[in-house]
Nanobody, 127 residues
């Protein structure tokens, strides 16, 4: 089983910055993709940023130039640095991770695929 722990949300004024972090733990052979999505009140969840294992990144148009996603592979951790925050960035931010468990015989080879969502962390941008 894979467990995700998110942190870093909170209240910030417009123009301010926050950094979210998400760490995965468990019997993990490898993590392929790590991403952040968000869900604002009354809206559907949307992908904000994604970082692939090969180093490729994707950003939603609404956050390009303001948000930066990064990974620390050795610690199975993904970060989201959010600058120049706006009130419309207010949402619950969710970490999403997918990869492969260790096999039943150990972590020398991959086992089944997994994907997990974090519990969410609230970001509020307001005066």
């Amino acid at each position: 089983q894979v467990h995700l722990v998110e942190s870093g949300g909170g209240l910030v004024q417009p123009g301010g910055s926050l950094t979210l972090s998400c760490t995965a733990s468990g019997t993990i052979f490898t993590i392929n993709g790590m991403s952040w999505s968000r869900q604002a009140p009354g809206k559907e969840r949307e992908l904000v940023a994604r970082r692939d294992s090969g180093g490729g990144s994707y950003y939603a148009d609404s956050v390009t130039g303001r948000f930066t996603i990064s990974r620390l592979n050795a610690e199975n951790t993904v970060y989201l640095r959010m600058n120049t925050l706006k009130p419309e960035d207010t949402a619950v931010y969710y970490c999403h991770v997918h990869g492969y468990y260790c096999s039943a015989s150990g972590c020398e080879r991959p086992g089944p695929h997994f994907e997990e969502w974090g519990q969410g962390t609230l970001v509020t941008v307001s005066e």
